[in-house]
């Protein structure tokens, strides 16, 4: 039931580009995108639903095939800022509100 | 706006002692969800709340364990009996509600028990 996230580890330089994918062998009604340092908190990236709405609030977009029962997280022109552990939590019922995390991507980003 | 707060940051308990964890969710939110992490893991769901109502408990352990979310005050998850497998870092969340909307995660409680 967990979803899978590949890569489980990828390391950039400053600049480049990544892509983390999400996948998971249940229908899904959304995906939820955290990103996390060490030892803080999760910080909300982005929310994608069934049906194509999409929430986010960083220079940061995904994309979410239903049919595949996939999500991926695109970040471009990768800043520093931007290190940490990666997590898709998704939600398989409307309105469960209960989230399965993947178990992580770990993201380095080097000058 | 404040976050969502959590309290005690840190808490060292002896095994079977009761560990009580705290969770005040953002304004406006009546919504609260607790999750474990183990250390280098993912986050496990735990249990969802509403006020005064246990929505989805089936991350709980059966046993030791107990969540709430009165009409007044925080919500607390509560472990009775700790013990060393107990130790992990504790997150609350917190959403407004409306559906498959996004959740804000505290700062965390990290549970060590010796």
């Known amino acids: 039931q967990q979803p899978v996230q590949s890569p489980q580890a990828v390391i950039l330089r400053e600049g480049e580009d990544a892509v983390i994918n999400c996948s998971s062998s249940?229908?899904?009604?959304?995906v939820h995108w955290y990103r996390q340092k060490h030892g803080e908190a999760p910080v909300f990236l982005m929310i994608?639903?069934?049906?194509?709405e999409q929430k986010g609030h960083e220079k940061i977009s995904a994309s979410f095939n239903e049919k595949k029962q996939q999500s991926s997280l695109y970040l471009t022109a990768s800043q520093l800022s931007y290190s940490g552990t990666y997590f898709c939590?998704?939600?398989?019922?409307?309105?469960?509100?209960?989230?399965?995390f993947g178990q992580g991507t770990r993201l380095t980003i080097n000058p | 706006n404040a976050g969502v707060m959590q309290n005690p940051r840190h808490l060292v308990r002896r095994r079977g002692q009761e560990a009580r964890l705290r969770c005040s969710p953002m304004?406006?939110?009546?919504?609260v969800y607790w999750y474990r992490q183990l250390p280098e893991e993912g986050l496990k769901f735990m249990v969802y709340?509403?006020?005064?109502?246990?929505?989805?408990e089936s991350g709980m352990p059966k046993e030791r364990f107990s969540a709430e979310f009165p009409k007044e005050g925080p919500s607390i998850l509560r472990i009775q009996q700790v013990v060393r497998g107990d130790s992990a870092a504790y997150f609350c969340?917190?959403?407004?509600?409306?559906?498959?909307?996004?959740?804000?995660f505290g700062p965390g409680t990290r549970l060590t028990v010796t």
């Open positions: 304004k406006g939110h009546s919504h």
């Open positions: 994608l639903l069934k049906g194509g």
């Open positions: 969340a917190s959403s407004p509600g409306r559906p498959s909307y996004e959740q804000y």
């Open positions: 939590g998704t939600e398989d019922v409307q309105g469960a509100q209960k989230l399965v």
């Open positions: 249940k229908a899904l009604y959304s």
């Open positions: 709340l509403q006020k005064e109502n246990i929505i989805d």
